[in-house]
């Protein structure tokens, strides 16, 4: 299997940078007809991968959505992930998972190893135990040709004070997991391990460079509900645009189940003519 990020840059190159946001919330359940409930957020979830597969080329479920119902959310969940792997979508399982490295090792075996129930292409993870704590993830992914995606930046306003906070080696918490993260990818092809930037920072005031991010993933939430737009995504991220995956999840999901499909291709052209 070639590795997450060869898997990545052909995706991008092929359906451009949009990613589906698969967030189950009720209130979009109830906007679809559909009930609160672990079988409400299966259809939903099989709708969102339907809609989704040919028109982009990459989704991100948001686990929480699922896991709020209990082991019958999970079972939906596991229903959407094969649904979406099946389909050819690469699939990013928001979970932010993080802890010691013999824990983190469990959670990286449950979302990265072929054959799991819960697999995924790639993970994102929480790094405020340290990058090095998530070793054991790293070589999963490895081995596997899977994908890790690092909290660096992120879109919620909340986050400011502790990602702009600056280490003792002069750099800000943000651009410390960047270069670190960005020290594991060698050689010029985008690689598998990226980070996680909200499109609603301005890379400027966290310290982060465009160039610091050009070989690696990034994964950028914020657009569409939470301000961002897609036609500033070349601006946001300057020489970096080429490997971003853009998502959005409530924006194009409230079209409702109906309006999904053209507003799903609306938003990828969007987003494709701004990287
Ligand atoms: O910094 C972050 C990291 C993750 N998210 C997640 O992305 C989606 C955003 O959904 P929208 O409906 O498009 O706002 C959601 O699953 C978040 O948990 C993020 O927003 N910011």
Request: proline letters at 7%.
């Given at each position: 299997m070639p590795d997450f990020g060869s898997r990545l840059a052909a995706v991008l190159s092929d359906r451009g940078p949009l990613c589906l946001g698969i967030d189950a919330h009720p209130f979009l359940l109830a906007q679809w007809g559909l009930d609160d409930s672990p079988a409400g957020a299966r259809e939903f979830g099989l709708a969102a991968v339907e809609a989704a597969a040919g028109r982009v080329g990459v989704v991100k479920p948001q686990v929480a959505f699922f896991e709020r119902h209990g082991s019958a959310g999970y079972s939906a969940l596991e229903d959407v992930l094969a649904a979406a792997r099946e389909s050819g979508l690469l699939v990013i399982a928001d979970a932010k998972r993080g802890d010691i490295g013999s824990t983190v090792e469990a959670y990286g075996q449950a979302w990265l190893?072929?054959?799991?129930?819960?697999?995924?292409?790639a993970l994102t993870v929480v790094?405020?135990?340290?990058?090095?704590?998530l070793g054991e993830p790293l070589a999963l992914a490895r081995e596997h040709g899977k994908g890790l995606f690092v909290l660096a930046a992120t879109s919620n306003p909340e986050a400011v004070a502790t990602q702009t906070a600056v280490r003792s080696s002069g750099t800000t918490v943000a651009a410390g997991v960047v270069d670190e993260v960005a020290a594991l990818t060698r050689g010029s092809a985008l690689g598998s391990i990226g980070v996680v930037i909200g499109?609603?920072?301005?890379?400027d005031d966290y310290g982060v460079s465009p160039e610091s991010l050009e070989r690696i993933p990034v994964l950028a939430p914020g657009f569409g509900e939470q301000g961002a737009?897609?036609?500033d995504l070349g601006r946001l991220f300057?020489?970096?645009?080429?490997?971003v995956v853009a998502n959005v999840g409530r924006g194009i999901l409230r079209a409702g189940r109906a309006g999904l499909a053209d507003a799903l291709s609306a938003a990828a052209a969007e987003a494709r003519a701004a990287a």
């Open positions: 190893t072929p054959g799991s129930p819960l697999e995924a292409d790094a405020y135990q340290g990058v090095g704590s499109a609603t920072v301005a890379l737009r897609l036609s300057g020489s970096a645009s080429g490997g």
